[in-house]
């Protein structure tokens, strides 16, 4: 109960509950649109084609839902987002921004604007989207829509987001990218990856780039974190422990620092967390293969953007290259983001969740 009125007192303070609106994909984007249909004729998201490691059934995660103070909506997605070319943006460099660079888009969606929304359904590259933030997971990602909107639920489970998407009010967990309650239950969304950077290092990458505006149909005092600050972290971003209890709290047994950045992925058959200031220490990181086929995951860091991938490592050679963010592959010299392997989805999240929702998760530092 005490942490329950934590965060509403957080956001209550800065008048995110009850506010009024003054107005009215390395996974890449499939593209394809095509939504599910329930049994009532609704159309909901479209599903992933293969499965996605689950380490919990659906009844023990809607038990663990609880409230997160704010109700339904009581967090407005924002459903007609605006942008402007990044020379007519004031934005500070060490500013946090999610970036997407697709066929035809390049975008980036601000930490100072999301924490507000959490939810932006917006097109990227002609398929309809949702842009996620969860400020308590640190986690960004980004999922087909299919014909319908995503909204944030009001509800928390393991301190992340639910979001509900508005066809079907089924609920999805945004970390998790899978329907725990309602019509589409079992269901698993298209995700597609957002780069979590900050401002400078995205608008010099991509100097083409968009960026969200702060023209929402909010009002809302952007530019103050409810949460705290991420340069210099502070606040909630910065230390303690979460608001909220943990669907497993053994994490603490591998590692006893919750608010620590890992890169997180899984596959169909588990989940892997790569420590994120080992990897810029060491550049690559690597799992072991089960000599059975498996031959592990490596994760290679970019400097430039402050961010990493995740790949298969394959049966070949891999080697950190004469300058930092490349890398040796069978011989021949890749950046850490086009590196010859098949990738594998994988995001920025703070360590109590990763592990909360993954138990099992390996820890490679």
């Not at 309602?182 to 298209?190: E, F, N, T, W």
């Not at 591998?254 to 890169?263: F, G, M, N, S």
């Amino acid at each position: 109960m005490q942490r329950a009125l934590t965060r509403r007192r957080l956001l209550g303070a800065l008048g995110v509950a009850g506010s009024t609106a003054l107005s009215g994909c390395v996974g890449g984007i499939s593209g394809r649109g095509d939504g599910a249909i329930t049994a009532g004729g609704a159309s909901g998201p479209p599903q992933r084609d293969g499965p996605l490691y689950q380490p919990w059934d659906h009844e023990t995660v809607r038990e663990a839902v609880v409230d997160g103070g704010p109700g339904k909506d009581g967090i407005p997605s924002v459903d007609d987002p605006s942008f402007a070319p990044a020379s007519e943006s004031d934005l500070a460099d060490d500013e946090v921004v999610f970036g997407y660079a697709g066929a035809e888009d390049v975008k980036a969606y601000t930490q100072r604007v999301l924490v507000w929304h959490e939810v932006a359904n917006d097109t990227l590259d002609g398929t309809p989207v949702a842009v996620t933030y969860c400020p308590l997971t640190g986690t960004a990602m980004g999922f087909e829509r299919g014909e319908t909107t995503f909204g944030v639920s009001g509800r928390l489970v393991n301190n992340n987001l639910v979001m509900y998407d508005r066809a079907t009010d089924s609920r999805w967990p945004q970390l998790l990218a899978t329907a725990v309650d309602g019509p589409l239950a079992g269901d698993q969304l298209r995700e597609f990856r957002l780069v979590w950077t900050t401002w400078g290092r995205w608008r010099e990458t991509h100097p083409d780039t968009l960026v969200l505006t702060e023209e929402t149909g909010y009002a809302k005092r952007y530019g103050s974190d409810p949460y705290g600050n991420y340069n210099p972290t502070s606040g909630y971003y910065g230390g303690g422990g979460p608001l909220f209890a943990s669907l497993d709290e053994g994490w603490a047994e591998t590692l006893d620092e919750p608010k620590r950045v890992v890169i997180g992925a899984r596959t169909a058959e588990g989940a892997v967390a790569f420590d994120k200031p080992s990897l810029r220490e060491r550049g690559l990181l690597e799992t072991a293969g089960d000599g059975d086929g498996d031959d592990g995951l490596l994760a290679a860091y970019d400097p430039a953007l402050d961010s990493s991938w995740v790949y298969r490592r394959g049966a070949g050679s891999v080697a950190p290259g004469d300058d930092e963010g490349q890398f040796v592959v069978d011989g021949e010299t890749h950046r850490a983001g086009d590196l010859p392997l098949e990738p594998v989805y994988a995001f920025d999240a703070m360590w109590h969740a990763w592990a909360g929702f993954y138990p099992e998760t390996a820890y490679v530092s």
